[in-house]
Nanobody, 112 residues
């Protein structure tokens, strides 16, 4: 079983940036990897995905502000988040979509 560990969350002011990282305990080489988020009282939603061939997909709400990337050798997936808004506040989860594994989540709070 692959374990996923997220890091990089925290408190940031509106307009600021954060960089989330997800490190896998096993290979992600052939996996579609993604980031999801869940705000209080809301369902978990897709933020961004990247295939093994580096094709990407983004939620409309983050398009142009967030960038997903991956380093298969380092078994790492990263989410660069710029121009953050209060509505981006949520717990962010990393997921190996091909294997169905989730990380434990990291809190992102955007507030002045």
């Amino acid at each position: 079983q692959v374990q996923l560990a997220e890091s990089g969350g925290g408190l940031v002011q509106p307009g600021g940036s954060l960089r989330l990282s997800c490190v896998a305990s096993g290979s992600i080489f052939h996996s579609v990897m993604g980031w999801y988020r869940q705000a209080p009282g809301k369902e978990r939603e897709l933020v961004a995905t990247m295939t093994s061939g580096h094709s990407t997909n983004y939620a409309d709400s983050v398009l142009g502000r967030f960038t997903i990337s991956r380093d298969n050798a380092a078994k790492t997936v990263t989410l660069q988040m710029n121009s953050l808004k209060p509505e981006d506040t949520a717990v962010y989860y990393c997921k190996d979509l091909s294997k169905g594994y989730w990380g434990q989540g990291t809190q992102v709070t955007v507030s002045s």
